[in-house]
């Protein structure tokens, strides 16, 4: 998992694991809903050899603090307070599900910070029906009031954030879960006609494809992402 670290940003705590060399590249992880940074713990130790990797919590996720206040651009707003804390000035970002649409929101709003971007299992953003989530029995490790807040924002999709997907620069690598997804996999692969630099690659195991496969999603992600560049920190 790394060694854990803690920054506020904008009055939220925001806990990150991080592990790898120091002089490393910087590689970034943004979780799916309902997740948190040790769901990439296997993922994390591969990249690590190379890369220092920042598992994020998101806020109202995990060991960040779950303030009641949420949206999806305050959570991309959240990962560049972070990223100037550190003080890296652009860096690898992977994300997967909500941490997808963060990422490539934050990739559309601060271009110049994105070198390479990894989207798992994540669709462009248009409207879908909406399904009232069910809250799970038991002790939650994430704050319910955020599942609900993010599920209206995904259902019904501010039209900028289509709008301005043109203006994601990065070289994208998108990975697909294949038919067992719940994600309509036309709109994963919809990437490859939105962005001037973006491939489909599917590894057939769902939508975790990372938790399923991950032998497989290190592989592809890997090819993508090396060598490892020297990158501004």
Known sequence: MGESSTLEVGGIRLVHDVSGPPEGPPLVLLHALGEDATHWTEISAAFAAHWRVYAL???????????????????????????????????????????????????????????RLVLEDVSVPEPRKPVAPVRPEGELTFDWDMVVAIRKQIDTPDPAWSDRLDRITAPTLVVAGGSASHIPQHRVVEWTRRLPDARVVTIPAGHLVHAAEPTAFIEVVLAFLTPPRTQPR
């Not at 949420?70 to 997967?96: C, F, K, N, Q, T």
């Open 57 to 115: 919590d998101l806020r109202g996720h995990g060991r960040s603090d779950w303030p009641g206040d949420y949206s999806v651009e305050s959570m991309r707003d959240d990962v560049l307070g972070v990223l100037d804390a550190l003080g890296l000035r652009r860096v690898d970002l992977i994300g997967h599900s909500l941490g997808g649409l963060v990422a490539y929101l934050f990739a559309q709003e601060h271009p110049e910070r994105v070198g």
